[in-house]
């Protein structure tokens, strides 16, 4: 089998980066762009429509006749906790290569407030994103609460759920072409979170009350509360890695690259024992699989891994690491 191939989902390429010869596989294949073969209207849906989701900065700002302005941008993110730093980039109009007015105000006037948008504001922060004339207060004209902000003179969103007010540390020009980018690098001053979206511990953010938006190429937003899955962080432990897993498991035809990634995602230390995969063996869903399958050994293993796999899938690594090794050992047997 030679060329590129892909698995068909839920499947996996084998250790070492190697394809196994499944005969279900269909042919991949790449549209490679290099991005200055391309008008910028039109490279400018790919990228944004691959990276993401992206979050959304709500920017308040002020001119120096003291006018307000509120605008959405997706070309944003945190860089660091401490210093609190958080950066968006109002882009150069395509069309024309104009500014936006939020760019100008902070050359003006060098603070901001940069809020999060939940689910029940994405209406009208879109409405806010309308190319009104300068000077014109998109507060007024989405229909948003403007409330003083305590460090900063650009006002706060009180609809919004969490809110920075920010002092502007420095503007980076991208580029001088239209579609360029502007990044504007903001410290944050002061923070506000309303209260039911903080962790009961009083440290943090619930993402499931948060209920941010996030956005995609095109119209596409999205929900990320809606969709929300947990996977430990490798650096809690030293995760033993893909290549040192059994054989058995890297060649597997039913794990998944996701399912490789959380067994190995274990310290050496904690994989249990041949005494502890026997013991295994006593619990009821396990056992009744054993049985279930005692005269076909190749129908056992294949419903004991994918039991694993369920298992996984609920997070119980370590039973789904003792399901497995059952399963390795009918192989052996």
Not at 8 to 29: E, F, N, Q, V
Not at 160 to 175: N, R, S
């Amino acid at each position: 089998m030679s060329g590129n191939y892909l698995p068909i989902p839920g499947r996996r390429l084998a250790a070492g980066g190697k394809l196994r010869d499944y005969s279900d596989l269909r042919p991949m294949s790449f549209r490679t762009i290099n991005p200055t073969d391309l008008s910028p209207s039109d490279w400018h849906p790919f990228m944004v429509g691959a990276v993401a989701p992206r979050p959304v900065a709500f920017v308040s700002t002020v001119a120096a006749d003291g006018s307000v302005n509120l605008s959405p941008y997706s070309f944003f993110n945190c860089f660091g906790s401490n210093p609190p730093i958080l950066a968006f980039s109002p882009a150069n109009r395509v069309r024309d290569n104009s500014q936006k007015h939020t760019l100008q105000n902070v050359r003006e006037v060098a603070e901001c407030v940069i809020h999060i948008c939940d689910y029940a504001m994405v209406e009208q922060m879109s409405l806010a994103s309308t190319e009104y004339a300068k000077g014109v207060n998109e507060f007024e004209k989405a229909g948003f609460t403007q409330v003083p902000s305590q460090q900063v003179r650009p006002p706060r969103v009180q609809e919004a759920p969490a809110a920075f007010e920010c002092v502007v540390e420095q503007i980076i020009e991208l580029g001088q072409n239209n579609g360029a980018g502007n990044m504007v690098i903001c410290r944050v001053v002061l923070a506000h979170f309303r209260n039911d979206i903080v962790l009961p511990s009083g440290v943090g953010i619930d993402p499931r009350k948060l209920d941010a938006i996030a956005r995609l190429g095109g119209d596409w937003y999205t929900r990320p509360a809606h969709s929300l899955f947990e996977v430990p962080k490798p650096n809690r432990n030293l995760g033993i890695g893909i290549d040192q897993l059994p054989e058995f498991l890297r060649t597997s035809d039913v794990l998944t690259g996701n399912n490789l990634g959380r067994l190995a995602n274990i310290e050496a230390q904690s994989i249990p024992t041949p005494d502890q995969v026997a013991a295994f063996r006593q619990e009821p869903i396990v056992s009744y699989t054993l049985s279930q399958h005692a005269d076909a050994p190749a129908r056992q293993r294949h419903e004991l891994v994918l039991l694993g796999q369920q298992l996984l899938e609920e997070g119980r690594l370590l039973d789904a690491w003792k399901t497995l090794l059952l399963a390795e050992s009918v192989v052996s047997g």
